[in-house]
């Protein structure tokens, strides 16, 4: 089913995969809030919190559908009998500690998974009519680790850069990366790719970076940080990845590749170090909250800096980030210090996580 909103213009029916997650929820809630009509194809693993969705979840033009995008019978029932014109396809394992710990779950999910996923999508497209072929889009979201690490050497990746993953978990996502690929150069199915920088804002598992310093910091617990915490990344807020995610499948030209970046740079211990001073600021405590870091001992494989030149997906879709950085982490925090005991409670046990 196609609803038409505005003037009687019609609007995509979109299957977002993992749209439970962290950054699926935020492409959800965005798309749902433009009259889109969303598919949210969902598995339920450790990750997803279905309450991310909010009050999108009460619309008309929602569905949620718990499964495995690896199920390809479900997935071509879904994309016939809802008539799907675009695939965002969010659903994957993605913590690095965790593919150090279980690689296994990772092959099955990012590969296997997205294996699946295409010959689906495949079938679908090719019964499809001329016009709604041209309209079809497979957009699979990536990662920027799969460029491996820059190391202390200056630049960027950008979407010509080679591939070097390091961690299983990377390496199963260029390996999905070069799959989609395929699949359109080998049967024409028009995808779309893009690579992106670290998110950080509400609704992110507490096992990552930001959200786990803010948690334990409220406690007052020790806060972990991998070797010297000098490794740096690229922080993007959620909401302007979703921004960039929509601009892509819409406007993006078939079979290119758009990396997407917010050009904020800082490393792990500086960042561990500003949530602190921000908390510290709203909740005073007797002693500095910079006092609870600890360095631990380092994860293998540990890359030292990623970053991304986000030039094309601005030159040619005109899309830049419209959260600024110090903006956007005082308002997630402030969203962890509204929600934080709540969010865990429901959802993980910060005993049970390790360090994003």
């Known amino acids: 089913m196609t609803l038409h909103v505005g003037f009687g213009a019609p609007t995509r029916t979109v299957l977002v995969t993992g749209g439970a997650g962290f950054i699926g929820s935020a492409l959800v809630r965005r798309l749902i809030a433009q009259g889109m009509r969303v598919i949210n194809l969902d598995k339920l693993t450790y990750a997803a919190a279905p309450a991310a969705i909010g009050e999108a979840a009460g619309k008309a033009n929602y569905r949620f559908v718990r499964g495995d ?6 997935v071509s029932d879904l994309l016939g009998g809802e008539r799907i014109e675009a695939i965002v396809h969010l659903a994957a394992e993605s913590h690095v500690d965790r593919s150090i710990d279980g690689p296994g779950a990772f092959v099955e999910t990012n590969i296997v998974g997205t294996y699946e996923l295409l010959q689906a999508a495949r079938g679908y497209w090719e019964g499809l009519g001329d016009a709604a072929k041209r309209k079809f889009r497979f957009h699979h979201v990536s990662t920027d680790e799969v460029f491996g690490d820059l190391g202390s050497a200056p630049g960027t990746f950008s979407e010509i850069s080679a591939y070097h993953p390091s961690s299983p978990y990377s390496a199963s996502k260029a390996a999905s990366d070069h799959l989609v690929r395929a699949w359109h150069h080998t049967y024409g199915l028009p995808v779309v790719v893009t690579n992106c920088t670290n998110n950080y804002g509400p609704f992110q598992a507490p096992e990552k970076l930001i959200p786990l310093t803010i948690l334990k910091a409220l406690r007052n617990e020790m806060l972990p940080v991998y070797g010297t915490g000098a490794n740096v990344r690229d922080w993007l807020h959620v909401d302007d990845h979703a921004a960039a995610l929509q601009a892509v499948f819409e406007r993006g030209r078939v079979g290119e590749t758009y990396a997407i970046g917010a050009r904020e740079e800082h490393s792990n211990v500086a960042m561990v170090a500003l949530i602190c001073d921000l908390l ?64 865990t409670a429901d959802n993980w046990s910060l005993d049970r996580i390790g360090r994003g």
């Not at 995008?69 to 479900?74: G, K, P, Q, T, V």
């Not at 005073?284 to 909250?289: D, E, G, K, Q």
């Open 280 to 343: 510290d600021k709203r909740l005073p405590i007797r002693r500095r909250r910079r006092d609870l870091i600890r360095f631990v001992d380092d994860r293998p494989g540990h890359d030292r800096r990623y970053a991304i030149d986000p030039t094309k997906i601005e030159r040619e879709l005109g899309w830049s980030p419209v959260i600024g950085f110090t903006e956007g982490l005082a308002a997630t925090v402030d969203w962890y210090i509204a929600h934080g005991e709540r969010w």
């Open 69 to 74: 995008i690896a199920d390809r019978r479900l």
